[in-house]
Structure formats: structure tokens, C-alpha cells
């Protein structure tokens, strides 16, 4: 390695306990002025987060934290088993001149202003807000388990094949995707969640979101309007925006989302995004009597239903509830399921279930849009459920992740009552914490999540899950990826800063 790339920094930094801003923030702006000004020069490596964290005499969560937010605008770049480095090419520098370090000004891209704008669609997607957390620490929701996967006998099933790999996985493939992966998720969701389908009914797809982008284009037109819940999960807002549909917002009660309030906000809806088994952020599960009248507006709409079921194996009283889609009798449900809160997000695979009637519309789709999904992990995806791993994986990580359930409470009793009022939940992969009265009149939930933040503690706002209107002051907190033993300190750490 060069003499340029194994340089290490000495770091000129000065951080005020008693400036009256988080340290995480003034460590980040010292930094970044450093690089901007040249005072590190590209490519050099910074110190571990360990070391600066010793040298400056805080937290080693406070320098992660910095480190991470310019990781994430492209002040600094990580090489695996090497370090942290100062980006070779800054994103001020192209901002304020248009051009890469060494381009010449007749080479430099025109601004905005003297080119086409954006697409209406452009101009929505851009302007929508995903709180999406790049962080695997304390509370981060959605995020499973991760030291708990198999990943050796995974790393078997994934290079078994491709020792040798046949003609088929080297081509392209069948744009609803692999046939055996295909047969297992139908066998798997009739006898665990009562979905009533075969293989061929079953379309692969990267995510939950591409699923949802993939039916909002085949079943809507631009300017149709779609009933969405609020609260509710941001990735579908993103992916019906994408395909020009209009958005209609119905709040989410106790019971879930009120289909009756949905038709009387928008009666031309043509379709309606939930989530009714655990919803997305609040965590309620949509009763009976819900659930049968959102098929009945369906049924005499003729509208669509896209039933969200991101993770309905995390049920911690009783048997996981049947799927909306064992109910219909109309065809108007397109299931919707993945395997990142499961197994882990990177993986990119999820599925569609779709009525037999648009079997050939879907797949037809698939190809025009995507051709076909990357074949490398579908295989051993399908030989994990068919070996019986991947139950057991549920079983495992559903103990696991009542305990730590029952450990973020118990801890929340004893350290933040009368600060936030948990929402009771049996299923799911988070907890929301509401913020109590004295709280919420002496901070929204969004100061409170930077301050927690600032602390090394990721905790969303829940406001940030509503599109507009009247919001409900809180915070998820997910524990699935949370050690037992790392609850309470973590948990005495939140009351810390909430109570200050």
C-alpha cells in the first residue's frame, strides 16, 4: 500500500462540554471543516474510533456517530480491514462547482436551471422523506438479529451451486424467478399464514417496496388514488409516488385503518396499502371486523388491496393470525411478504402473491420493467426453507426476541416511566414509546430523537410516519438487534437525556 494511502491523521480537535451543543455535533462540524479546508487531506486515514474516542475523553458511541453521518454524505469512505479515510472527491466540491476535482470549467455540467426540470414524479419522489436509519445501534427499528443467522451453513447452501453452475443460473432466468423458491414460499405461506395460492401464483421481487412499486404500475394509472394509513410505513408512500398515484391518508385507530372513513375521504379510490396483521409504525393488528369490511369495499369497488405482511412470524401471545388474502373471495388482495425482517435486509428478496387471473400481467411486467431477479441467493434461499432452517431460524429468533421485548419493557418501567408510556404490542420487531404530557410540552419527538441521537441512542421520531395533519408525539424503538445485556444500559441512558 502507498505511503499516501497508509498516512494517519493528527487531528486538531477541541470539544465543550459546556458549549451547550451534543459533543456528537460539534465533533462532527470540527471535522468536517477540517476536511472541506484541507486540513486532512484526501485519502488520509483517520484515527480509530476507539483511540479518538480515549484521546477526547468521550464515548466511543459519540465519534461512531460522527463518523457515521459523514460516512453517509460522502465526507469519508470506509475500507474493510483498513479504516476510515477523507473521500478522495467531497460532495461540497461538486456541488459548488458542478464539476469532479480536475474537470475543466467547459466539462463541468450546466445547473439545474439551465436544463429541463424534473417530472412531477421527479419532483415528488425528491421531495419525500424516508427516515431510514444507517445504524446498528440501540434502538434501531426494523433491524433483525443479525449476529443470530446461520451464516456458515448459509455460505454452504449459497457456493453449492456455483461450483460448478449450471447453464441455467448462468442466463437469464424466469422473470416470476426461481420455480423451487417459488414452490416453498406457497407450501410455507398456506400452512403458516392460511394463504390460499400455488407457485405460480408467487412472483419474486427485490423487497417489499419493488413489490409494491410492481403493483401500483400494473394496476393503477397515474392520477388514481390510493388509500394509505397514517401512520404509516414510508416505503409505500415512496413507491406508489413513483408510479403517479395520488395519496390519500386514513388514520389508524385501535382496530387498524377504518375503510369507512377511506371511502368517504376519496369514494373513486382504486386501491388501499395496509399492513393488517402488524401495523407499520404503531404496531395494531387489524380486527376482524375490519378486515371483513375492507373486502367488502374492495369486492364492490372493484379496487385492489395491497396487504403489507413484513413481519408477521414475530407474534409473541398465540398463533400468527391468518392473512387478509385466506379471506377474499373476490381476488382483490395482492399479498405482499420479504425476507429482510426474517433473515437479514441485504438480502433483497421478497415475493408477491397474486390473484391466478393476473399471473400473466405480473410476470409480463416483471420482465418489461426488471427482466428477471438476480438468481445468485434464490436457490439457496430455497434450499434453507426446504431443509428446515429457515423455521427453525423463526423459532430461534422469536424466543430471542421475546425476551428481549420483555427486557426493553421491564427496563422502561423501571427507568422511563413518566417520561414515555409504551404502546402494549405482541407481535412485531419494536416498540413505541409515547411521549408522556410533560415531555411533549417541553420537546416534539424529533428534538428528543436528535438529543438521543447525540447520545448514541437511534430512536425515529414517530411524527416523521405521518404525511400531514394532527401527529402523536413518540418514538420506535427496536429491540430484535438489541443483546439482552445492552437493554438496561441503554434504557438508563434514554432516561438521562430525556429527563435533562
Request: glycine share 10%.
Amino acid at each position: 500500500m502507498s505511503r499516501r494511502a497508509t498516512r494517519e491523521a493528527l487531528l486538531a480537535l477541541d470539544l465543550d462540554r459546556n458549549a451547550g451543543r451534543p459533543m456528537q455535533r460539534q465533533l462532527y462540524d470540527q471535522l468536517r471543516g477540517l476536511i472541506l479546508r484541507r486540513g486532512v487531506p484526501a485519502e488520509t486515514r483517520l484515527p480509530s474510533t476507539r483511540s479518538l474516542a480515549t484521546d477526547l475523553g468521550v464515548s466511543r458511541n459519540t465519534i461512531v456517530g460522527a463518523f457515521d453521518q459523514l460516512l453517509a454524505e460522502g465526507y469519508l469512505v470506509s475500507k474493510v480491514g483498513s479504516g476510515t479515510y477523507v473521500s478522495p472527491v467531497l460532495p461540497d466540491a461538486l456541488l459548488d462547482t458542478g464539476a469532479a476535482p480536475g474537470l475543466t470549467p467547459s466539462s463541468a455540467v450546466s445547473p439545474l436551471g439551465d436544463r429541463p426540470g424534473l417530472s412531477r414524479r421527479g419532483e415528488a419522489l425528491a421531495a419525500s422523506v424516508n427516515p431510514r436509519i444507517f445504524s446498528y445501534r440501540a434502538f434501531t427499528p426494523g433491524l433483525p438479529a443479525l449476529d443470530e443467522f446461520p451464516f456458515q451453513l448459509w455460505a454452504r447452501l449459497l457456493a453449492r451451486p456455483w461450483r460448478r453452475p449450471a447453464a441455467r443460473l448462468l442466463a437469464f432466468g424466469d422473470p416470476a424467478g426461481d420455480r423451487d423458491l417459488r414452490a416453498e414460499i406457497a407450501a410455507y405461506l398456506g400452512a403458516v399464514r392460511a394463504v390460499r395460492c400455488d407457485a405460480d401464483q408467487v412472483i419474486i421481487v427485490s423487497g417489499a417496496q419493488h413489490g409494491l412499486d410492481l403493483a401500483a404500475r400494473v394496476l393503477l394509472d397515474p392520477g388514481d388514488a390510493a388509500l394509505v394509513e397514517e401512520p404509516g410505513y414510508i416505503g409505500a408512500w415512496g413507491a406508489l409516488t413513483g408510479a403517479g398515484v395520488d395519496l390519500v391518508s386514513v388514520p389508524v385507530d385501535e382496530e387498524g385503518l377504518d375503510i369507512a372513513a377511506g371511502e368517504r375521504a376519496a369514494s373513486h379510490a382504486r386501491l388501499a396499502c395496509v399492513a393488517p396483521s402488524h401495523q407499520y409504525p404503531l404496531g395494531v393488528t387489524m380486527s376482524l371486523r375490519r378486515r371483513l369490511a375492507l373486502l367488502d369495499w374492495a369486492s364492490r369497488r372493484g379496487a385492489w388491496i395491497l396487504e403489507d405482511d413484513y413481519d408477521s412470524e414475530y407474534r409473541y401471545a398465540g398463533r400468527p393470525l391468518a392473512a387478509l388474502q385466506g379471506l377474499d373471495r373476490s381476488g382483490s388482495v395482492i399479498y405482499i411478504g420479504s425476507f429482510s425482517k426474517v433473515l437479514f435486509p441485504s438480502l433483497r428478496l421478497g415475493y408477491l402473491v397474486v390473484p391466478p387471473d393476473l399471473v400473466q400481467p405480473f410476470r409480463r411486467a416483471r420482465a418489461a420493467l426488471d427482466d428477471h431477479p438476480s438468481s445468485i441467493a434464490q436457490g439457496a434461499l430455497a434450499r434453507f426453507i426446504a431443509d428446515g432452517h429457515f423455521a427453525a431460524h423463526v423459532r430461534r429468533t422469536r424466543r430471542l426476541y421475546a425476551a428481549r421485548r420483555q427486557a426493553l419493557l421491564e427496563a422502561g418501567n423501571r427507568h422511563l416511566s413518566g417520561l414515555l408510556d409504551f404502546r402494549p404490542s405482541q407481535s412485531g420487531m419494536h416498540l413505541v414509546g409515547m411521549l408522556s404530557s410533560d415531555l411533549a410540552a417541553r420537546l416534539p419527538d424529533r428534538t428528543v430523537s436528535e438529543n438521543l441521537a447525540a447520545a448514541g441512542i437511534t430512536a425515529p421520531p414517530l411524527s416523521g410516519y405521518y404525511r400531514g395533519g394532527d401527529v402523536t408525539q413518540g418514538l420506535l424503538l427496536g429491540y430484535a438487534a438489541v443483546p439482552e445485556a445492552e437493554i438496561e444500559p441503554a434504557v438508563e441512558r434514554m432516561a438521562s437525556v430525556l429527563a435533562g
